[in-house]
Nanobody, 124 residues
């Protein structure tokens, strides 16, 4: 059984930083593309950033490009999202997900295994 668990969320002031982590078990971590997604209250879940199985390619949404960095440590079965220059509009539940593909386009439908999410709140 696959388990995906996010951590690292919290309350931060605008302009601050947070690093989210995601561990995945029950799968061969380095065979899967991984991604971060967010869902704000009353809105649909959307893609933030995705990374290929090796970490060699990554996608960022326009809203986070230049501020967030996705990375992975396959030896630790862990995915990261470094978030800098946070804005109040970044406030949302952040989800980690694994795809059955080695490369994923960051479409939600490409991702099969989801965590429960970690809340990020950015105060102004």
């Amino acid at each position: 059984q696959v388990h995906v668990v996010e951590s690292g969320g919290g309350l931060v002031q605008a302009g601050g930083s947070l690093r989210l982590s995601c561990t995945a078990s029950g799968l061969t971590f380095d065979a899967h593309a991984m991604g971060w997604f967010l869902q704000a209250p009353g809105k649909e879940r959307e893609a933030l950033s995705c990374i290929s199985w090796s970490g060699g390619s990554a996608y960022y949404s326009n809203s986070v490009k230049g501020r967030f960095t996705i990375s992975r440590d396959n030896a630790k079965n862990t995915l990261y999202l470094q978030m800098n220059s946070l804005k109040p509009q970044d406030t949302a539940m952040y989800y980690c997900a694994a795809s059955d593909y080695r490369y994923a386009s960051c479409r939600l439908d490409d991702f099969n295994y989801w965590g429960q999410g970690t809340q990020v709140t950015v105060s102004s």
